[in-house]
């Protein structure tokens, strides 16, 4: 079952970890941001500070103490917002001008309480603070300071913009969060109820794949591909067991009637032993249709391709027509064979299990085709292909039976009333397979062309 | 001939042992792997029946075992249907020959016949013979009453295993796999087919059958009226 705790669902988790990611992104981009601004601010509130510092003590050292005292009173009286602060004492400690009071004297730069300086005025803003700094004048001290009220601005716009991103950062995480969760969550539930369906026995539903190749698509196309594949098997097991009690249901009912009638032959001896040997040779062909049943279930699951090697598929086709050749004879027929290959004839496989391929086919056309039959054996090169071929000029087999007679243990309506156990050609496929060949069954005209198409051994 | 059948089901153990009796040889069966290996080692057999499935030691392990202490023993393995790749597993290990079950007691008799008297043919010993025809293995030449007898490859090499095996039983199966390689079973005559073309050229015009059919069972080649 899927769980449905929000907490375990994959989407969400990759959600909160992409949205906490996002936020200490925006957090350090923002601390850089200030960190920067702060300290050009800083640096350049400084620089204000000393150029005025540096006017003032040219007015003092050009033009005397006493101008100095009505420039800087002058200053002070035009400061707006008080974003500045000055302060001149005389060398007795008397104020000469100025905007604060009672500041005490120090070296290098000072960082000034507006909250702690007596003010003269008692305008602005009372978080401000002063970068200030003392300098010494011909007959006194002089205190300037610059306001760091854009600092506080800096900082107070960045901390709203901060405020705001977070926000909107974890609104969108928080967001597609849901969205991909929901949309994965619909896919996989999907899949659930489809595989659950199949657990059920419904092996034929499949689960939908959507136009947008996502990796829960790839899953899909890989379910549905399991899932053929399986339900091709059982459709074959299924096939194969009630084909099997079809077909050995007649044998084994012919063997107990003859063992029957055998046990009431009372004293005829002869009687009697003919009829057990007819009925081992019925039993025989039992074993037999058996025997190439397990055979084809081992080959389709690939048994024996471990033992595969290089071997030339013109000698393989030559020796069976060799083989067969006085035996189509002995049936008033004519066995053709065409094997005339200069090149190279190489595949990979089984020399045992494709003499019994071929073996398989010429017997097929022999026993489906009337007295006097031509059949011909032949091998070609189609491109990295090589096609071997068997023809006959018998009945052939109908355009729509081409793919049953495959299947195993099936007959065409026409010999439903000759012998054969209708596992030939499904072991032929088995073995084509196994190999990686395709059979293909085509019209003579008239008769049966069957081609093996084989992949050329590599290398 | 003393015989060794290592085969855990009672029946066909049975089955065996009775039949070899029959034709007189001396049969003793056991039903466990293991038992059977001691038993090999310990006795001299003159040939080995051992199923493929055993309780305590599978057949495989117990024939690797055996040739591994260097002993050579013919031996017969019997298996259940449709092992695509039992008989060759079973050739691997040292076996000599291989049987399906179910299977008919002719084909076993003639196995076993085939492989205990399997005659050690000096090396010097390029000319079969049986009655007045003869085989030159190395000119590949037949000749009877001194004609000199055409033969395709293919005939060649089965009168060859026929002359080889010479008063002994070779049933279909058997010529099968020794000459044609076929290892399974042709719907159509391929044996009688080429057993009657080669009697058409070294038996009918001499008048004097070598080559006989055994009923239920195959074919021996002697020169026996």
């Not at chain 1, 601390?31 to 005025?52: A, G, K, M, P």
């Not at chain 1, 597609?176 to 034929?204: E, P």
């Not at chain 1, 050749?325 to 049936?331: C, L, S």
């Not at chain 2, 000119?139 to 002994?168: C, S, W, Y």
Request: glycine fraction near 8%; proline fraction near 3%.
């Amino acid at each position: 079952m899927i769980s449905h705790d929000i907490l375990k669902r994959t989407p969400v988790r990759i959600a909160a970890a992409f949205a906490s990611l996002f936020a200490v992104t925006v957090v350090a981009l923002v601390s850089v941001l200030y960190i920067t601004l702060v300290s050009e601010l800083d640096s350049s509130i400084r620089q204000h500070v000393e150029e005025i510092t540096d006017t003032l003590t040219a007015i003092d050292r050009q033009q005397g103490f006493k101008d100095l005292t009505a420039v800087v009173a002058e200053e002070a009286d035009s400061v707006r917002d008080f974003d500045s602060i000055f302060l001149l004492r005389a060398d007795d400690g008397s104020l000469q001008a100025g905007n604060v009071q009672n500041v005490q004297l120090f070296t290098g730069w000072g960082e000034l309480d507006r909250a702690w300086l007596p003010m003269v005025a008692s305008k602005g803003n009372p978080d401000d603070r002063f970068f200030a700094k003392w300098t010494r004048v011909s007959k006194g001290h002089l205190l300037v300071g610059g306001s760091d009220r854009e600092i506080r601005e800096v900082r107070r716009i960045l901390l709203h913009g901060l405020g705001w991103g977070l926000a909107a950062t974890l609104l969108l995480a928080i967001g597609s969060a849901v969205y991909l969760a929901r949309r994965a969550q619909q896919k996989i539930d999907v899949f659930a109820t489809t595989l659950s369906k199949v657990s059920r026995g419904q092996i034929s539903e499949r689960v939908p794949v959507t136009a947008s190749h996502d990796d829960l698509d790839h899953v899909a196309t890989q379910i549905n591909a399991t899932l053929a594949h399986l339900q091709k098997l059982i459709e074959n097991v299924n096939q194969a067991s009630s084909d099997i009690a079809h077909d050995l249901k007649k044998p084994i009912g012919r063997l107990r009637r003859r063992l029957e009638s055998a046990l009431s032959s009372d004293d005829d001896t002869a009687a009697f032993r003919g009829q057990v040997e007819e009925a081992l040779a019925d039993l025989d062909s039992i074993v037999e249709t058996f025997e190439a049943l397990l055979r084809i279930t081992q080959l389709e699951a690939g048994a024996r391709r471990s033992r595969f090697c290089n071997l030339s598929l013109s000698d393989v086709l030559a020796d069976i027509a060799d083989i067969y050749e006085p035996v189509v004879e002995e049936a008033d027929g004519r066995l053709l064979t065409s094997v005339n290959m200069g090149e190279r004839t190489e595949i990979t496989g089984d020399r045992e299990l494709l003499t019994q391929l071929f073996a398989n086919l010429i017997e097929n056309a022999l026993r489906h085709s009337p007295v006097a039959t031509r059949i011909d054996v032949g091998l070609e090169a189609r491109g990295d292909r090589l096609v071997a071929i068997v023809a006959d000029n018998g009945p052939g087999i109908p355009e729509h039976e081409r793919d049953n007679v495959f299947r195993r243990l099936y007959r065409l309506e026409r010999e439903r009333s000759t012998p054969g156990s209708g596992l030939g050609l499904s072991l032929v496929a088995a073995i084509a397979e196994l190999h990686g060949a395709t059979v293909e069954l085509a019209d003579n005209a008239p008769g049966l062309r069957v081609e093996v198409h084989f992949p050329r051994a590599s290398g | 001939m003393r015989i060794l059948v290592v085969e855990d089901d009672t029946e066909t153990s049975a089955y065996i042992s009775h039949g070899f009796g029959e034709e007189g040889h001396v049969v003793e069966t056991l039903a466990d792997g293991r038992d059977g290996l001691t038993q090999a080692m310990g006795e001299t057999y003159d040939i080995l029946v051992v199923d493929r499935m055993l309780p305590g030691l599978d057949g495989l392990s117990l024939v690797r075992a055996l040739r591994a202490v260097g002993n050579k023993v013919p031996v017969i393995f019997l298996t259940s249907l449709g092992g695509v790749d039992d008989r060759v597993d079973g050739l691997n290990v040292g076996g000599d020959d291989y049987l399906v079950k179910p299977f008919a007691f002719s084909e076993l008799l003639a196995r076993v016949n085939a492989l205990a008297r399997r005659p050690h043919l000096k090396d010097a010993e390029t000319v079969l013979r049986v009655g007045d025809l003869e085989m030159d293995l190395i000119a590949r030449t037949v000749t009877r009453a001194g004609d000199n007898i055409e033969l395709q490859p293919r005939e060649f090499r089965l009168l060859e295993v026929l002359m080889r095996n010479k008063g002994r039983v070779l049933t279909r199966t058997m010529l099968l796999e020794r000459v044609w390689s076929f290892h399974f079973e042709p719907r159509t005559s391929v044996v009688e087919t080429h057993i009657s073309r080669l009697r058409t050229k070294i038996d009918r015009p001499y008048g004097h059958e070598l080559i006989h059919t055994v009923r239920g069972s195959g074919y021996t080649m002697h020169d026996q009226p």
